[in-house]
């Protein structure tokens, strides 16, 4: 099966400019995520989507992030405006079921650089 | 608040040899606990989960063990390869399992 697809895979801006990235999961696969890493930590939740309800937006920065998943399918995550410290690794996940069940299969990841 | 450590320095051990990695939480009483693989410049890998009520979990040369009353896993791979040279995350998982934080990762080097 074709796996998590995300675009683009790079994207540098000015802080203060605006940038989307865009997910497209698993075919079938009910709970969506987008994670953050940056360099040397490890993912951190920014928001999951149960079909295209949200289920945990708690860590997502709602003054500059927003994300939508229309349809149950595919997501995009924005961020409006960047700042420096948004420089990381967008990360969108995808699994069947809740994640207490089963594993998250991850995408590629979209590398944002902010200068 | 809840906290999830790993160690962050690299671990570096020779080829053949058992590299074991650990994963501490506190303030947490997790449900599942799950452990992924991640290569530089690629997204996670899931490699297994262990549940609560489990001791030990095996896949092959990997085997996971669970310490509710430690609040402690451990990962081991035996016959270490270079090819298992990546970084090793853990994530606890609650009952509610809305959320899967994950800890800061540990790099392993395996050298020939």
């Known amino acids: 099966e074709a796996g998590v697809a995300q675009s683009p895979r790079y994207k540098i801006i000015e802080k203060r400019q605006s940038v989307a990235f865009w997910c497209n999961p698993i075919?079938?696969?009910?709970?969506l995520y987008w994670y953050q890493q940056i360099l040397g930590q490890g993912p951190k939740l920014l928001i999951q989507?149960?079909?295209?309800?949200?289920?945990?937006d708690s860590q997502l920065p709602k003054d500059r992030f927003s994300a939508e998943r229309l349809k149950g399918v595919d997501s995009t995550l924005k961020i409006q405006p960047a700042k420096l410290e948004d420089s990381a690794v967008y990360l969108c996940?995808?699994?069947?079921?809740?994640?207490?069940?089963?594993?998250?299969?991850f995408g590629e990841g979209s590398r944002l650089t902010v200068l | 608040s809840q906290k999830i450590e790993q160690n962050s320095e690299a671990l570096n051990i020779q080829e053949g040899k058992t590299a074991t990695l650990t994963c501490n939480y506190t303030?947490?009483?997790?449900?599942?606990l799950q452990w992924y693989r991640q290569d530089p410049g690629r997204g996670p890998v899931f490699l297994l989960l262990?549940?609560?009520?489990?001791k030990e979990k095996r896949k092959e040369r990997l085997k996971v063990t669970f310490d509710t009353t430690l609040k402690q896993s451990l990962f081991h791979i035996t016959a270490s390869q270079p090819a298992d040279s990546a970084t090793y995350l853990c994530?606890?998982?609650?009952?509610?399992?809305?959320?899967?934080?994950f800890g800061g990762g540990t790099r392993l080097m395996v050298k020939p």
């Open positions: 994530a606890p998982v609650n009952n509610a399992g809305n959320m899967l934080t």
């Open positions: 996940a995808s699994s069947r079921e809740r994640v207490n069940t089963g594993e998250l299969f």
């Open positions: 989507f149960q079909n295209n309800g949200v289920v945990d």
């Open positions: 075919s079938g696969h009910a709970t």
């Open positions: 262990i549940r609560e009520n489990e």
């Open positions: 303030n947490y009483s997790p449900a599942y």
